[in-house]
């Protein structure tokens, strides 16, 4: 089936470490995103991607960083720079041909040890 | 920048009735689109309908209907025929129309809806 697809669905972090995030879609979607979701706000942008090696800080980019070497592919690394990194993580992607809607992965939901 | 507001933290409707969920924004951008995603309890973010801001008709799919106002910058949400399976968090959502704009979403924060039995 086609779709996104992130993991793991629970994260623990140390102090002091740094964990990545996996987000992968089939959907053949150009642009991908990363998103933050604290209990009960909505979704601030983190970074997101257009196009393949290219990569755009968002609204809320410090103590996190990415990559996009391969166009299926947008992993998520939350750094130990982050020092409030406990949060639900969502990643999305669309394409001009899907009418400007994002779709969605299942999340994955990051806490400090 | 774009800023989108739900004012209703909390609703709640009976199984069956009608709700309509709130939802303001502010741009200076003339051509944009607008969306209402709902969040159920497993996390995952559904579309539940999207309207282009240069079409006057409003958008309809199913059971779900908005209100566009473009005058007003609002775009509200109605939900007839409520179901339990409707309970979850909604957010609006805008996108501006500009390739540039990285075909970024702003989202609020949301609207928390219990469907009673």
Not at chain 1, 17 to 23: A, E, F, G, M, R
Not at chain 1, 71 to 81: D, M
Not at chain 2, 52 to 62: L, P, R
Request: hydrophobic fraction near 30%; proline fraction near 3%; charge should be positive.
């Amino acid at each position: 089936d086609g779709g996104i697809t992130q993991s793991p669905k629970y994260l623990f972090r140390k102090e002091g470490q740094n964990v990545t995030l996996s987000c992968e879609q089939n959907l053949n979607h150009d642009a991908m995103y990363w998103y933050r979701q604290d209990p009960g706000q909505g979704l601030r942008l983190i970074y997101y991607s257009q196009i393949v090696n290219d990569f755009q800080k968002g609204d809320i980019a410090e103590g996190y960083s990415v990559s996009r070497e391969k166009k299926e592919s947008f992993p998520l690394t939350v750094t130990s720079a982050q020092k409030n990194p406990t949060a639900f993580y969502l990643c999305a992607s669309t394409n001009r041909g899907a009418k400007n809607i994002q779709y969605f992965g299942a999340g994955t939901r990051l806490s400090v040890l | 920048a774009q800023t989108v507001t739900q004012s209703q933290p909390e609703m709640s409707v009976q199984e069956a009735e009608t709700v309509t969920l709130s939802c303001t924004y502010d741009t200076s951008e003339n051509n944009y689109y607008l969306f209402w995603y709902k969040q159920p309890p497993s996390r995952q973010m559904i579309l539940v309908i999207r309207q282009e801001a240069y079409k006057q008709q409003n958008a309809t799919e199913n059971r779900f209907s908005v209100n566009f106002q473009k005058a007003a910058k609002s775009f509200s949400l109605k939900i007839s025929d409520s179901q339990l399976g409707d309970t979850a968090m909604y957010f609006c959502a805008f996108k501006a129309r500009r390739g540039n704009a990285g075909n970024m979403l702003t989202f609020g924060g949301g609207t928390r809806l219990m469907v009673k039995p």
